[in-house]
């Protein structure tokens, strides 16, 4: 069964350095998408980047990279120059599927989170 | 921009009372999703709609219906609540179909409890 495993429950980072959120992943398909969500305390989920299992580069949007392991199945997150809005939650996350076929819908399976904590 | 709206975004119950969670989006589009979050917990899923006119169980059906009513409109009910349905629900969309690399946007989720 797919699963997402995150085995950092909580991370301190100052402000302005890098930080790298962990994800591994289990899964038997070979056609599958990686996902990072963002939560900050007032509750919301917001997509930060995508990575495809046949993306031959890492994904980058602006201060997020995707450092997309195939053969070790990790697909962590990398935070370039991290700031005060940084603080929150992290979640991975995973889509289901083999084949995205037209009524699969593409449902996810979350990892349990990594609270992010930015000092100044 | 809109996006997914959920309604209400509080509620208290009692236990054995109903009532139906609205989610609605403006984003045409094809999927739509129901979500739990309890503490420490990742989301999980309750039940999706892959397009208007299907719905499927996902990890936690038990104790929720639902109904598509519409392309726009994806509703939880719970017929009769229990304090274990306590949690945070959020409502999400995505585009669906071959359209793999696109990300679900999420509402601003719903307070449920229940007492």
């Known amino acids: 069964a797919q699963k997402i495993t995150q085995t950092q429950p909580g991370m301190f980072v100052q402000e302005k350095e890098a930080v790298t959120l962990d994800c591994t992943y289990d899964?038997?398909?070979?056609?599958?998408?990686l996902f990072w969500y963002k939560q900050p305390s007032s509750g919301e989920m917001i997509f930060l980047i995508y990575?495809?299992?046949?993306?031959?580069q890492n994904a980058t949007e602006g201060r997020y990279s995707l450092n997309f392991q195939k053969a070790r199945k990790s697909a962590n997150l990398v935070i370039s120059a991290s700031q005060l809005g940084d603080s929150a939650m992290y979640f991975c996350?995973?889509?289901?599927?083999?084949?995205?076929?037209?009524?699969?819908?593409?449902?996810?399976?979350f990892g349990q989170g990594t609270e992010l904590s930015v000092k100044p | 921009n809109a996006g997914v709206t959920q309604t209400p975004k509080f509620q208290v119950l009692k236990t054995g009372q109903s009532m139906t969670l609205q989610c609605a989006q403006d984003?045409?589009?094809?999927?739509m999703y129901w979500y739990r979050q309890d503490p420490g917990m990742g989301l999980r899923l309750i039940y999706y709609?892959?397009?208007?006119?299907?719905?499927d169980k996902g990890e936690v059906p038990n104790g929720y219906n639902v109904s598509r009513l519409n392309k726009r409109e994806f509703s939880l009910r719970l017929e009769s609540a229990a304090p274990s349905q306590t949690s945070v629900y959020f409502c999400?969309?995505?585009?669906?179909?071959?359209?793999?690399?696109?990300?679900?946007?999420f509402g601003d989720g719903t307070r449920l409890s229940i007492l």
């Open positions: 990575q495809g299992s046949y993306d031959e």
């Open positions: 899964t038997s398909d070979q056609s599958y998408g």
């Open positions: 996350a995973m889509r289901e599927g083999a084949l995205l076929l037209y009524n699969q819908g593409g449902k996810l399976i």
């Open positions: 999400a969309s995505s585009v669906g179909g071959t359209g793999s690399n696109q990300p679900q946007h």
């Open positions: 709609s892959a397009s208007e006119g299907t719905t």
């Open positions: 984003m045409n589009h094809n999927s």
